[in-house]
T-cell receptor, first 113, second 109 residues
């Protein structure tokens, strides 16, 4: 049982390049989330999804797009990376409802030069 | 979405109890209160959650005020491994989960 797996774990991009972060969960969870965490800061919600085929904006959605074509996968895309998007990205998933526990991936460290 | 407010940092001595406060004055009647913690260089991990009654598990206790506008995470005997950032969040029926800045707990030997 792998839990929540993020790919890749590290990536260096040049300004203007695009990339996609993949989050995969094997727990049949309904809800999935993408957060970013800058050094010394808390987690900020980028986008989230409450089910296959649905996505919603979080606190800081600008510059990012997401897709949830399959229940187990939640993709985060950067169409034109900017240095301000240098951060550690965490994916999380939980079962539906108010009481489910969030399970986090190990994080993906992205550097944009 | 209910906003939570926590102190930026707290200190504790090893093997002493720690009380981490959280204010959530705009919480709705059906929103749960969840606590997570983040150890250095790791993703957050679940600690405990509750709705109205106080809750206990192997990691901690959660005391929820009668009016539900605040709660306190209690670590009964802090260890050095408890040094982390602790986040208090409230759930939402929309699924949106906002973490905030959290409280950085330092544990002194």
């Amino acid at each position: 049982n792998a839990g929540v797996t993020q790919t890749p774990k590290f990536r260096v991009l040049k300004t203007g390049q695009s990339m996609t972060l993949l989050c995969a969960q094997d727990m049949n969870h309904e809800y999935m989330y993408w957060y970013r965490q800058d050094p010394g800061m808390g987690l900020r919600l980028i986008h989230y999804s409450v089910g296959e085929g649905t996505t919603a904006k979080g606190e800081v959605p600008d510059g990012y797009n997401v897709s949830r074509l399959k229940k187990q996968n939640f993709l985060l895309g950067l169409e034109s990376a900017a240095p301000s998007q240098t951060s550690v990205y965490f994916c999380a998933s939980k079962r539906g409802g108010d009481t489910g526990e969030l399970f986090f991936g190990e994080g993906s460290r992205l550097t944009v030069l | 979405d209910a906003k939570t407010t926590q102190p930026n940092s707290m200190e504790s001595n090893e093997e002493e109890p720690v009380h981490l406060p959280c204010n959530h004055s705009t919480i709705s009647g059906t929103d749960y209160i969840h606590w997570y913690r983040q150890l250095p260089s790791q993703g957050p991990e679940y600690v405990i959650h509750g709705l109205t009654s106080n809750v206990n598990n192997r990691m901690a206790s959660l005391a929820i005020a009668e009016d539900r506008k605040s709660s306190t995470l209690i670590l009964h005997r802090a260890t050095l491994r408890d040094a982390a950032v602790y986040y208090c969040i409230s759930s939402s029926n929309t699924g949106k989960l906002i973490f905030g800045q959290g409280t950085t707990l330092q544990v002194k030997p």
